[in-house]
């Protein structure tokens, strides 16, 4: 068992540029999920796959964040346009029932 | 949706001293989690607790879903157990993918 594994771990980007983080989860895994933590605040929900369906969307996912997951195995998180508001940790998370197993997170600063 | 609360919000202790974290919750679950996230913001699970009794070590923990409660208990506490303890639920009729977390107890231990 690996592990949930999250790249890159730190990300440093100017404002309007597009970020794409990947996450791969624990291999028998067919649940993932994204969350969004910021300073002082617990993790708060973005989107769920199960397998390479995208099953819910939290409203904190404006339309500049896509999330895929082609081939139901490691799954992107892109955000177009960054703000500084979306500074923060990305966390992933997968599970084969209901119990969420997380990554690392990568944490990202939009200067 | 389901609130989360914990309490308390910050805990400062001794280093051999033991401690109670709360967690209240509004709704019926059928996912509970308690989990500890280290200085490098890694969330490390502690315990999928929806109902029931569970130990591991030092640590216990105890959900009362009748009375929609949770607690979490660290005995002869070490300075490694420094960090947030979060608690996340999830409840019936409630999105698949949506734990919810609360606001996190910061728990220092001093040697």
């Known amino acids: 068992d690996t592990g949930v594994s999250q790249d890159p771990r730190h990300k440093i980007t100017k404002r309007g540029q597009n970020v794409t983080f990947r996450c791969d989860p624990i291999?028998?895994?067919?649940?993932l999920y994204w969350y969004r933590q910021t300073l002082g605040q617990g993790p708060e929900f973005l989107t769920y796959f199960q397998n390479e369906a995208q099953l819910e969307k939290s409203r904190l996912l404006s339309d500049r964040f896509s999330a895929e997951r082609p081939k139901g195995s490691f799954s992107t998180l892109e955000i177009q346009r960054t703000e500084q508001g979306d500074s923060a940790m990305y966390l992933c998370?997968?599970?084969?029932?209901?119990?969420?197993?997380f990554g690392p997170g990568t944490r990202l600063t939009v200067t | 949706g389901i609130q989360v609360e914990q309490s308390p919000p910050d805990l400062i202790l001794q280093e051999g001293a033991n401690s109670t974290l709360r967690c209240n919750f509004s709704?019926?679950?059928?996912?509970l989690q308690w989990f500890h996230q280290n200085p490098w913001g890694q969330l490390i699970n502690l315990f999928y607790i929806p109902s029931g009794t569970k130990q591991n070590g030092r640590l216990s923990a105890t959900t009362v879903a009748t009375e929609r409660y949770s607690l979490l208990y660290i005995s002869s506490s070490q300075t490694t157990d420094s960090g947030v303890y979060f608690c996340a639920a999830r409840n019936y009729g409630g999105s698949q993918g949506n734990l919810i977390f609360g606001k996190g107890t910061k728990l220092s231990v001093k040697p």
């Open positions: 709704d019926s679950v059928n996912n």
């Open positions: 291999s028998e895994h067919n649940r």
């Open positions: 998370a997968s599970s084969l029932q209901d119990k969420q197993y």
